[in-house]
């Protein structure tokens, strides 16, 4: 018996001034990430899914809500262990973030996250998925590092900041996750089961 989590990214996201919005309010899908998130939503169409969860972030609940309309009767609950993470960069422009290697971490300290911190909250919404939903399959809607962290994980790798500059080198085919990509996350509910595998499509 397998628990399948496909855990997604939200849809491109409306964001004129290139900055790095983060928990910030009021940042909703783009036109295009509308049409992603149907893309996604046509995709996982083939599965039968039982829930569907997502960030509390607007954008994140905006494309479940166009996830859900693909399947009838199942209506996305929220779950903060989805939220994005939380640094101290938020609103500043993506080009300097973007010079820096994406690193949201190093030396932060509470109320801000490390890398091992998002991971543990997703490993928590794992745990509990795989015990609600036992032999089902389920759609989670996140962001960026909250694909990333848990793929590291899956293939052996305690998470580092750095290691999103290089993520072809940890077994992901692109350099980071698409807006609207889907992690497909397959446990062996048998005991002592573990991750069978995780793969990575972008539906469009």
């Not at 783009?30 to 992603?36: F, L, N, P, R």
């Not at 779950?79 to 640094?87: A, G, N």
């Not at 998925?129 to 848990?150: C, T």
């Amino acid at each position: 018996m397998e628990t399948t989590i496909y855990l997604m990214r939200h849809g491109q996201v409306h964001n004129p001034s290139n900055v790095l919005y983060g928990r910030m309010p009021g940042f909703l899908l783009s036109e295009a990430g509308v049409q992603q998130a149907h893309a996604a939503g046509k995709w996982l169409a083939r599965q039968t899914v039982s829930a569907i969860y997502s960030s509390p972030m607007e954008r994140a609940r905006q494309t479940a809500e166009i996830v859900s309309s693909y399947h009838s009767e199942v209506d996305p609950r929220v779950d903060r262990r989805l939220i994005e993470v939380s640094t101290p960069y938020e609103g500043r422009p993506t080009a300097e973030l973007a010079a820096m290697g994406w690193d949201l971490y190093t030396g932060n300290q509470p109320p801000h996250e490390i890398p091992q911190m998002v991971l543990d909250r997703i490993l928590d919404f794992f745990a509990y998925a795989r015990d609600a939903h036992r032999g089902e399959a389920i759609v989670a809607v996140g962001h960026g590092d909250v694909l990333v962290f848990p793929w590291l994980h899956a293939h052996g790798h305690v998470p580092e900041a750095l290691m999103k500059d290089d993520l072809m080198n940890y077994m992901l085919p692109v350099d980071y996750p698409a807006t609207a990509s889907i992690m497909t996350f397959a446990f062996d509910e048998s005991p002592g089961g573990a991750a069978l595998r995780a793969t990575y499509v972008c539906p469009y």
